[in-house]
């Protein structure tokens, strides 16, 4: 199993281009979620998704979207990126909410936004 | 809101040495703790949950109610422990993770 996997691995935007994030889980896994990871302030959640053709905000969803068509798919968009958006994105798993239950992340995308 | 805190942002130790990692809370109800680690240039991987009560690479951590604090603590550090390790919190409501600043451990030779 490769587990959670994320394209691409790193990216170069100027601002004001688009561009989107695809994560794929082939664990069968309900709950994914998007973080971006920013040095000092941890790992904030951006959006998440409790199932198929459901999202849901996180902390800091401004100037993001995401899409669940698939379960083994989240996407996350920038419709119109900032250097603000400059980061490095994570996109993890789980399979639910059971107690003890974890996430499993993917390897990042480092985006840079100038 | 729930809220995690981990005070120190870097921390050196020499190899052998006991290191601790400090972890507070602040959440009403009663959560799920974990920690996590990211070596260099890899992606996040659990190390341990309070649920579990368990050692991993010689590693412990306690949940303390009274004083809201999930401590992660190692006797003797090793180099391969250098990394960057991440506290997190669950509510017993969601699946959604609250993590802290994260702390940059480095074990020198």
């Known amino acids: 199993n490769a587990g959670v996997t994320q394209t691409p691995k790193f990216r170069v935007l100027k601002t004001g281009q688009s561009m989107t994030l695809l994560c794929a889980q082939d664990?069968?896994?309900?709950?994914m979620y998007w973080y971006r990871q920013d040095p000092g302030m941890g790992l904030r959640l951006i959006h998440y998704s409790v199932g198929e053709g459901t999202t849901a905000k996180g902390e800091v969803p401004d100037g993001y979207n995401v899409s669940r068509l698939k379960k083994q798919n989240f996407l996350l968009g920038l419709e119109s990126a900032a250097p603000s958006q400059t980061s490095v994105y994570f996109c993890?798993?789980?399979?639910?909410?059971?107690?003890?239950?974890?996430?499993?992340f993917g390897p990042g995308t480092r985006l840079l936004v100038l | 809101a729930q809220r995690v805190t981990q005070p120190e942002k870097l921390l050196s130790v020499f190899k052998g040495a006991p290191v601790e990692l400090k972890c507070n809370y602040s959440?009403?109800?009663?959560?799920?703790l974990f920690w996590y680690v990211q070596y260099s240039r890899q992606r996040l991987q659990l190390l341990l949950r309070h649920i579990s009560r368990e050692s991993i690479k010689g590693f412990t951590a306690d949940l303390n109610k009274g004083e809201t604090s999930f401590h992660l603590k190692k006797p003797f550090a090793q180099e391969e422990d250098s990394a960057m390790y991440y506290c997190?919190?669950?509510?017993?409501?969601?699946?959604?993770?609250?993590f802290g600043e994260g702390t940059q451990l480095t074990v020198n030779p």
């Open positions: 993890a798993s789980s399979s639910g909410k059971a107690a003890g239950e974890t996430q499993y």
């Open positions: 664990m069968n896994h309900e709950y």
């Open positions: 959440y009403s109800g009663s959560p799920e």
């Open positions: 997190a919190l669950r509510t017993t409501s969601g699946s959604r993770l609250t």
